[in-house]
């Protein structure tokens, strides 16, 4: 149990565009996820936390209009990277949390993000 | 904010051998440590956690101890594999309204010599 997807692994896009990412809670509902970022050999930064149905929360630094955070559904958050540039490439990986009680994160696979 | 502190930043063992890898924090408030290994390419999986009313939780060959006074906590990997080499994060958390946010160690590189 407790399996988390992200959708793609990989999206390389051009300099401009804006670029989609997928995370899906497989076999639970999760009340909570979160986004972090990670730097080659680094630790993960945390970028926004999003509750089903509110507006996320994002740390300090993030810029909330380069990137999107919805909640929409309790399997599913999207982070949307809008008008991507080189310094956007990164390891983009999302976790979820049930919210029942406990405080386990369960994270998805990632997503290699490229801009060219 | 809390602060976490993950040391060494890399370590190599000789398969069979132990391996210790030890974390500091700076909130007393923190009640959830959880330890993540990493694999190139992939997401943080969660090999074990230990909550602040218990002092040490055993799961086959990985152990973690905690020591709530001093603030640090430790992950104990014995008879090391060529597989256990990864990169393993520390976390810690406290409740924050009906989520948990986490604050991560820096990562230890592990390298088991076969």
């Known amino acids: 149990g407790a399996v988390v997807s992200q959708h793609p692994s990989r999206v390389i896009c051009k300099s401009g565009t804006s670029v989609k990412i997928e995370c899906r809670s497989l076999d639970f509902q999760a009340t909570t996820m979160f986004w972090y970022r990670q730097f080659p050999k680094q630790s993960l930064m945390l970028m926004a936390t999003s509750n089903e149905g509110s507006k996320a929360t994002y740390e300090q630094g993030v810029e909330k209009d380069k990137f999107l955070i919805n909640h929409a559904s309790l399997t599913l958050s999207t982070l949307t990277v809008t008008s991507a540039h080189p310094e956007d490439s990164s390891f983009y990986i999302c976790?979820?949390?049930?919210?029942?009680?406990?405080?386990?994160?369960?994270f998805g696979p990632g997503t290699r993000l490229t801009v060219l | 904010g809390e602060n976490v502190e993950q040391h060494p930043s890399t370590l190599s063992v000789q398969e069979g051998d132990s391996a210790v890898i030890k974390c500091t924090y700076s909130?007393?408030?923190?009640?959830?440590f959880p330890w993540y290994k990493q694999e190139l390419g992939k997401g943080p999986q969660l090999i074990i956690d230990i909550r602040s009313n218990v002092g040490e939780k055993k799961d086959q060959r990985i152990a973690v101890t905690l020591n709530k006074t001093a603030k640090h906590f430790s992950l104990h990997i014995t008879e090391t594999q060529p597989e256990d080499s990864a990169v393993y994060f520390c976390a810690a958390s406290m409740a924050l309204y009906n989520f948990n946010k986490f604050y991560f160690g820096s990562g230890t590189k592990l390298n088991v010599k076969p």
């Open positions: 976790s979820a949390s049930s919210g029942l009680g406990v405080n386990e994160q369960f």
């Open positions: 909130d007393s408030a923190s009640n959830y």
